[in-house]
């Protein structure tokens, strides 16, 4: 529809012919600089050896992943692959030593999604299954009896445990005064590390509230 005069013409838009663009508020009123340079915003990014991300923990999990073949791959020519005839014991040792703390670099300090976990699960299982050159069919329970391991879920805890433990043994620290407030105010239902913790905890039997 249009209104027109012998000066002007007016388009007016309609409903049906209107056209809003979209527009980020957040990057249009929130620019950072430094210096001059502005900062970009981004959707994924490092930080003290931890990706993050918008879309959660997967992109970390997955860069573990990938560091982890890559750490494995480096060491195959003394022996550890498949076809190779080195003494399993000692590829399961090399693993231990080497390879798992890159698979678990830094996934401690996140609260994992039960998914996220299988993932690390498979992930493992299938290494030292490789490495003890057993059949794709293999039980689960009999690769890890075999390789005198733990699974990678149990061996998470372990870190997780660690460094809660770390945390309650420095009073004056804000992680501290952060923990016991979270502990002591937080629903069940709440996604804080500190609530995985303590139902981890409950899991094996170990109370948190003691602490507190």
Known sequence: MELSS???????????????????????SAQLNIDGSTIEFVDIAEHVGVVRSVDGNLPHILNRLTSHNRALHGILSVGLARGHKANPAASLR?????????????????????????ILNQHYKN???????????????????????????ALLHLRQLSLFSMICRLPDNILNRIARYILTTAKENSTSWFVSISKLCSLYGRAVRIWI
């Open 6 to 28: 012998s000066k002007t013409k007016l388009q007016v838009y309609t409903p049906s012919n209107l056209s809003v663009p979209q527009v980020n508020l957040l990057k249009n």
């Open 94 to 118: 090399v693993e231990k030593i080497y390879g798992l703390p890159v698979l678990l670099s830094g996934t401690s300090s996140l609260n994992l999604k039960s998914s996220e976990v299988t």
């Open 127 to 153: 290494k030292l299954q490789n490495l003890q050159k057993l059949y794709d069919k293999t039980p689960e329970s009999v690769v890890y009896f075999l390789a005198g391991s733990l699974p990678a879920e």
